[in-house]
């Protein structure tokens, strides 16, 4: 079993930051993609960035140049640095992630967190 904790959201103030973290745990081999998605209420659920295994990035034009994905492979942990954050940016943030499970197989299978809430006030 795998399971992906989400932490860091909270209230900000328009044009404030806030760092968004998550951390895979339980019987991983290994872990390709992760990614950062979000729902606002409702609105459908979407990308907010990704990042390959091997550190290559998207972003969703809503925070280019605002939001920063990274990761600490060592860790199986995914980070996500929003800057000038607007009060559009407020939703439940989920993290994702394509998790390699036996040494013996390379199928990947997709696993979410419990989603963190990030508020921002104008």
């Known amino acids: 079993q795998v399971h992906l904790v989400e932490s860091g959201g909270g209230l900000v103030q328009a044009g404030g930051s806030l760092r968004l973290s998550c951390a895979a745990s339980?019987?991983?081999?290994?872990?390709?993609?992760m990614g950062w998605y979000r729902q606002a209420p409702g609105k459908q659920r979407e990308v907010v960035a990704h990042i390959t295994s091997g550190g290559n990035t998207n972003y969703a034009d809503s925070v280019k140049g605002r939001c920063t994905i990274s990761r600490d492979n060592a860790k199986n942990t995914v980070y996500l640095q929003m800057n000038s954050l607007k009060p559009e940016d407020t939703a439940v943030y989920y993290c994702?992630?394509?998790?390699?499970?036996?040494?013996?197989?390379?199928?990947?299978?997709?696993?979410w967190g419990q989603g963190t809430q990030v508020i921002v006030s104008s």
């Open positions: 994702n992630a394509a998790v390699r499970l036996y040494t013996w197989n390379t199928a990947s299978y997709a696993y």
């Open positions: 339980g019987s991983i081999f290994s872990i390709n993609d």
